[in-house]
């Protein structure tokens, strides 16, 4: 069972998780930048790697062809 059948499913995943990707990144990483006395690296960390690989698989899915 495919669970992208076209290319506008896959166009529209892969923005999906650009936006979380940007999302996570506003939220959680600029956010411990911005308040240094709130600063804890692991939620830091955590963040950037989530955001990392939230964009590494839309970046994955943005360059896949679909096979029918």
Do not use: P, R
């Not at 930048?33 to 698989?57: N, T, V, Y």
């Amino acid at each position: 069972m495919k669970v992208i059948k076209n290319n506008l499913q896959k166009q529209n995943l892969s923005k999906f998780l650009y936006d979380i990707a940007k999302i996570i990144f506003g939220t959680v990483v600029i956010f411990q930048i911005i308040k240094q006395h709130e600063f804890k690296i692991w939620i830091f960390i955590s963040g950037l790697i989530a955001m990392i690989s939230f964009f590494f698989c839309a970046y994955l899915l943005d360059g896949k062809e679909i096979k029918k």
